[in-house]
Antibody, heavy 115, light 108 residues
C-alpha cells in the first residue's frame, strides 16, 4: 500500500525540542521531493519545509528558519523534521506529503507546545 | 514570495447548487496550482492539479480553471459529501509553497 505514516508528536515545553518522523511505503521514496506541512488547531494549512531527493536542497517557511531542520534517509524510506526552540505558535498537526505530485499525505501527528 | 488570497472564507449553499471558489495570487505564475478538500480530522485530499487537471477518482462535478493570478474551483452540482473546507496551493517552485486561507463550504 502506498502510504506515509508520521510519528513523534507529543507535548513539549516552550523552548524544547522534538523530532518528527515520516515513514514511506509502496513507492520509490528516493525519487521524490518531500514536504512538511502543518495545521494549527482550527486554522488553515501552512507549508513548513521541502527537501529534494539528494538532501542538498532544503527550503523553509520564514517562521521556522534556524529552528527546524528537515532531513531524510532514503535507505530507511524516512523523512524527518527536527524542531528546536519550540514556541506555542508551533502547536499544530504536522503532515508529511509527497511534494513532487501532492497527491500523497500522511495522517498527521499532533505537536503541542505548552507549559 | 507568492501570496495566495482565497475567497470567500465561508460559503453557504444547498445540495444541487453550483459554487465557485477563487484564489488570487500576488504575482503571476504558470499553472502550478492545486485544489484540496479537507474534512475534519483528516488530511487534505488532492482534487485538482496544474490548475485544471482532475485528480484520478475525483468526481467530474469538480473543475478548475485559471492562469496568471486568478484561479477558480467550481463544483457544478453540490452533493452532501462535498461540504468541507477547500484550499488552493501554489507550487510554482520547490523553494516555497503557499496555501490560500481556506473556504468552508456549509449547508444552507
Amino acid at each position: 500500500e502506498v502510504q506515509l505514516v508520521e510519528s513523534g508528536g507529543g507535548l513539549v515545553q516552550p523552548g524544547g525540542s522534538l523530532r518528527l518522523s515520516c515513514t514511506a511505503s509502496g513507492f520509490t521514496f528516493s525519487s521524490h521531493w518531500m514536504s512538511w506541512i502543518r495545521q494549527a488547531p482550527g486554522k488553515g494549512l501552512e507549508w513548513v519545509a521541502n527537501i529534494n531527493q539528494d538532501e542538498n536542497k532544503k527550503y523553509y517557511v520564514e517562521s521556522v528558519k534556524g529552528r527546524f531542520t528537515v532531513s531524510r534517509d532514503n535507505a530507511q524510506n524516512s523523512l524527518y523534521l527536527q524542531m528546536n526552540s519550540l514556541r506555542a505558535e508551533d502547536t499544530a498537526v504536522y503532515y508529511c506529503a509527497r511534494a513532487s505530485d501532492l497527491r500523497l499525505w500522511g495522517q498527521g501527528t499532533l505537536v503541542t507546545v505548552s507549559s | 514570495d507568492i501570496q495566495m488570497t482565497q475567497s470567500p472564507s465561508t460559503l453557504s449553499a444547498s445540495v444541487g447548487d453550483r459554487v465557485t471558489i477563487t484564489c488570487r495570487a500576488s504575482q503571476s505564475f504558470n499553472t502550478w496550482l492545486a485544489w484540496y478538500q479537507q474534512k475534519p480530522g483528516k488530511a487534505p485530499k488532492l482534487l485538482i492539479y496544474k490548475a485544471s487537471s482532475l485528480e484520478s477518482g475525483v468526481p467530474s462535478r469538480f473543475s478548475g480553471s485559471g492562469s496568471g493570478t486568478e484561479f477558480t474551483l467550481t463544483i457544478s452540482s453540490l452533493q452532501p459529501d462535498d461540504f468541507a473546507t477547500y484550499y488552493c496551493q501554489q507550487y510554482n517552485s520547490y523553494t516555497t509553497y503557499t496555501f490560500g486561507q481556506g473556504t468552508k463550504l456549509e449547508i444552507k
